[in-house]
Antibody, heavy 121, light 109 residues
Framework: EVQLVESGGGLVQPGRSLRLSCAAS????????MHWVRQAPGKGLEWVSG????????GYADSVKGRFTISRDNAKNSLYLQMNSLRAEDTALYYC??????????????WGQGTLVTVSS | EIVMTQSPATLSVSPGERATLSCRAS??????LAWYQQKPGQAPRLLIY???TRATGIPARFSGSGSGTEFTLTISSLQSEDFAVYYC???????????FGPGTKVDIK
């Protein structure tokens, strides 16, 4: 059974940093690209970032480019999102999602339950 | 950036009736279009990809159609568990860029 478990969310002040993690199991992690998707309270889905199986291809939404960094450790079956210079508008539930292919260019067939990030003073 | 729009914003349907949801892209995405279902308090679930291919385990009452800029998700006979928000997503960009529509809420009439 595929499982994606996010962690690392919490309350953080504007301008500070936070690192999210996603632990994957139930599939061959290094055979798939991975993504972060967020959902602000009561709002729709926003793709944040995606990374290929070997970290060779990475993409970011314009709203986070230059502030967020996605990475993965295939030996640990883990995905990460380093979030710097956080803003109030980054407040959201952050989902980890599995891509259907090696490169981050396919739909997302499995999702975690999310970790909540609240940016507030 | 490719902008996705969905209509209607809310669709009120009686159980057993047919529901038709629309999604439009601001430019052609070929058939690189997916549909997701999200219930309150749950993560999204992939329903359809490639505009018309059902994901694993998705009932046959869900069907997708369209290509280019106009897409449709049809639920042939609504069941109680189908009342949810439905999002379309395009995945036609490289370098990676994904955009979701704003969603259509299907509620009980």
């Amino acid at each position: 059974e595929v499982q994606l478990v996010e962690s690392g969310g919490g309350l953080v002040q504007p301008g500070r940093s936070l690192r999210l993690s996603c632990a994957a199991s139930g599939f061959t992690f290094d055979d798939y690209a991975m993504h972060w998707v967020r959902q602000a309270p009561g709002k729709g889905l926003e793709w944040v970032s995606g990374i290929s199986w070997n970290s060779g291809s990475i993409g970011y939404a314009d709203s986070v480019k230059g502030r967020f960094t996605i990475s993965r450790d295939n030996a640990k079956n883990s995905l990460y999102l380093q979030m710097n210079s956080l803003r109030a508008e980054d407040t959201a539930l952050y989902y980890c999602a599995k891509d259907m292919g090696l490169e981050p260019s396919h739909p997302f067939d499995y999702w975690g339950q999310g970790t909540l990030v609240t940016v507030s003073s | 950036e490719i902008v996705m729009t969905q209509s209607p914003a809310t669709l009120s349907v009686s159980p057993g009736e047919r529901a038709t949801l629309s999604c439009r892209a601001s430019q052609s995405v070929s058939s690189n279009l997916a549909w997701y279902q999200q219930k309150p308090g749950q993560a999204p679930r992939l329903l359809i990809y490639g505009a018309s291919t059902r994901a694993t385990g998705i009932p046959a009452r869900f069907s997708g159609s369209g290509s280019g800029t106009e897409f449709t998700l049809t639920i042939s006979s609504l069941q109680s568990e189908d009342f949810a928000v439905y999002y379309c997503q395009q995945y036609n960009n490289w370098p990676p860029r994904f955009t979701f529509g704003p969603g259509t809420k299907v509620d009980i009439k």
